[in-house]
């Protein structure tokens, strides 16, 4: 079973990245089962319910967020209808659709969690209790998780924490992939950041001049998303017949 998990899907040039090379990709590795975080696929901020829909229709089996997925007040609308959009477990018991589920796939079945970190972050609920919560009521036989965060230390050493007892985990939110992928002493796959399928130049896919605008004046600035040539970014988790984890592959296509 190969599972490809692709990083922060980013306004319009994210979208037509994945239309353009996903088919590709999924073919070359044999890929099984598809996950993409969408937390920035509108525009860059949120999840219209057509973007929702442009991903089912490309064939993304399960889709997970973070910070900015409540930003586009559509997604109220549906996201308690659909199984396959995962919001963070612990951004607390008062928000819309659920953090983590079971999927079934070519007769394996998938467990997916979507947690979100606190360093540097809006305040949320303790990742380590939700996912110890998780994990011990899990009886899926695969088990991913997308631990959206923004400091590498918070990432690397949850990954430590649940070292066998999850296939794997890899970082969302940074849009920066990093080149760590290993598997952990216990067989846990580790990634501290997928990276961002979206524009290659751009400051984290928004317009470079906006962003420096802001930066360099303390002004407001309106951050529009950057147009150009794109970036794909990802990874491709093996698991074994007995659902052990063979080994992480990263990807980066960029135009
Ligand atoms: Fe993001
Ligand atoms: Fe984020």
Do not use: W
């Amino acid at each position: 079973m190969k599972i490809l998990m692709i990083g922060d899907v980013y306004s319009s040039v994210g979208r037509e990245m994945l239309q353009k090379y996903l088919p590709n990709i999924v073919k070359e590795h044999h890929i099984d089962f598809v996950i993409a975080n969408v937390e920035n696929i509108s525009h860059g901020k949120g999840v219209q319910h057509k973007h929702y829909e442009f991903m089912q229709e490309l064939g993304v089996d399960v889709m997970t967020s973070g910070n900015h997925v409540f930003k586009n007040k559509g997604v109220f609308e549906y996201i308690d209808d659909v199984p396959n959009l995962l919001r963070p477990v612990n951004m607390g018991p008062y928000v819309p659709g659920v953090g983590t589920n079971v999927y079934t796939k070519n007769g394996k079945t998938i467990r997916v969690t979507n947690l979100i970190g606190r360093v540097f972050m809006d305040p949320a609920d303790n990742p380590y209790q939700a996912l110890e919560e998780i994990v011990a009521q899990n009886t899926a036989e695969i088990h991913v998780v997308d631990f959206h965060a923004e400091a590498s230390a918070e990432k690397a050493a949850i990954a430590a924490y649940f070292d066998g007892q999850i296939n794997a985990l890899v970082g969302t939110h940074t849009h920066v992939q990093t080149a760590d992928e290993t598997i952990l002493p216990k067989g846990t796959a580790f990634l501290t950041d997928l990276g961002m399928t979206g524009c290659y130049e751009s400051i984290i896919g928004a317009e470079i001049e906006a962003v420096i605008k802001k930066e360099r004046t303390g002004l407001p600035s309106r951050f529009e998303p950057a147009e150009g040539k794109g970036q794909l970014c990802g990874a491709v988790i093996e698991i074994g017949t007995n659902n052990q984890t063979l080994g992480i592959e990263r990807i980066f296509l960029k135009e």
